[in-house]
């Protein structure tokens, strides 16, 4: 919000908040002042994401009627990612913590959310969605959720996440 208030356009990684109150205020303060505010998602910029897109938009597989993605992840490696929170002066994995991710939604799952809107081209009509704590009920982030969207045009994206699948230790 500095930067809008001094006139400066300003460019941030996702999330651009992590509740909509404060993502709400980034966005009035930019309208406010006539700035930029542009929020980077770096798989928009992967190959795998860039091909998928080329194939749907030449038309190679046709119009989308449904996505299926599910992604199951080990535990978001404990012992890595730690920052000193400047409050409590303790060491904690960002992930972890609301008020550093948000949710697994917005540090995780959103970039699969973007890939998936970069493709159907149409808002959403319906959304449906559960999840939490189901594992590590210690954390303040969710370890497993689910979704449904309905989109205006007649596509729909099912997901699923599930950060304690067995696989990868470090």
Not at 46 to 65: E, F, K, Q
């Given at each position: 919000l ?42 928009h ?22 996505i ?15 920052y ?87």
């Open positions: 500095a930067a809008l208030r001094a006139g400066k356009d300003v460019v941030l990684e996702k999330p651009m908040a992590t509740n909509y109150i404060d993502a709400r205020d980034v966005q009035r303060e930019a309208t406010r002042k006539g700035r930029i505010v542009a929020v980077c998602m770096q798989r910029y992967a190959r795998m994401d860039a091909m998928l897109r080329h194939a749907i938009d030449s038309g190679l597989i046709g119009d989308v009627r449904l299926t993605s599910s992604q199951f992840r080990s535990d978001w490696l404990p012992g890595s990612r730690r000193t929170d400047p409050e409590t002066h303790k060491k904690a994995n960002w992930r972890l913590l609301k008020k550093t991710a948000g949710s697994v939604n917005q540090e995780f799952c959103v970039h699969e959310y973007a890939m998936v809107c970069s493709v159907v081209k149409s808002p959403f009509a319906r959304l449906f969605a559960t999840g939490g704590a189901a594992h590590y009920t210690d954390r303040e982030t969710e370890d497993v959720l689910a979704l449904i969207v309905d989109f205006a045009n007649g596509a729909r994206f099912n997901y699923s996440f599930c950060c304690f699948a067995p696989g990868e230790r470090r």
